[in-house]
């Protein structure tokens, strides 16, 4: 297995794209964040809503503009100007879950793009919400699907 990022001298390096065929690609990136029981029913009897604003909306937004910007966050991504790029976040329980699906036509993927995006939107969550409780924990950030360019990939169901 060879890390793509290295060069030969094992130096940290771009990967060239220049000779791969542009295809659609798409991922989806999840992420979640548990509140503390106590939390979750006072977030649910405030409609989602904190001191600062509507919580959920207000993490959709910061997770499309993260993913969008991720080629300024992680130093060997191409700059991608996203064609779709999609934040959904559901409360299940004590745990919101948020997926963010991303697509573009080029020569790389948007597995980054759609990683940051969830991540993003969990941190502001957190932001959102830290005045009630910082036992909020952000965990089981995951590629879930990608598909386009070289190979696809679906994993098992999270652990």
């Known amino acids: 297995m060879t890390l793509t990022h290295l060069d030969q001298d094992l130096h940290p390096t771009m990967v ?17 964040v548990l509140f503390p029981a106590a939390v979750a029913a006072e977030l649910r009897g405030n409609g ?12 959709i937004i910061a997770g499309v503009m993260g993913a969008k910007r ?5 130093p060997f991504c ?18 919101a879950v948020i997926r963010c699906t991303a697509s573009v ?11 940051v995006g969830a991540s993003i939107a969990a941190l502001t ?13 952000i965990t ?3 590629l879930v699907a990608k598909e386009g360019g070289k190979s696809s990939y679906a994993p098992g169901p999270a652990s």
């Open 16 to 32: 060239d794209v220049g000779a791969k065929p542009v295809t659609r690609r798409t991922a989806v990136a999840e992420a979640r």
């Open 48 to 59: 989602m809503r904190s001191a600062k604003g509507p919580i959920f909306d207000t993490a």
């Open 70 to 74: 991720t080629h300024e966050l992680i």
């Open 78 to 95: 191409h700059p991608l100007g996203l064609e779709n790029c999609q934040v959904s976040i559901d409360l299940v329980d004590d745990t």
């Open 105 to 115: 036509h080029h020569k790389t993927g948007v597995e980054m793009e759609a990683l």
């Open 125 to 137: 969550i957190y932001d959102m919400c830290k005045a009630l409780s910082h036992d909020i924990v």
């Open 140 to 142: 089981a950030t995951r």
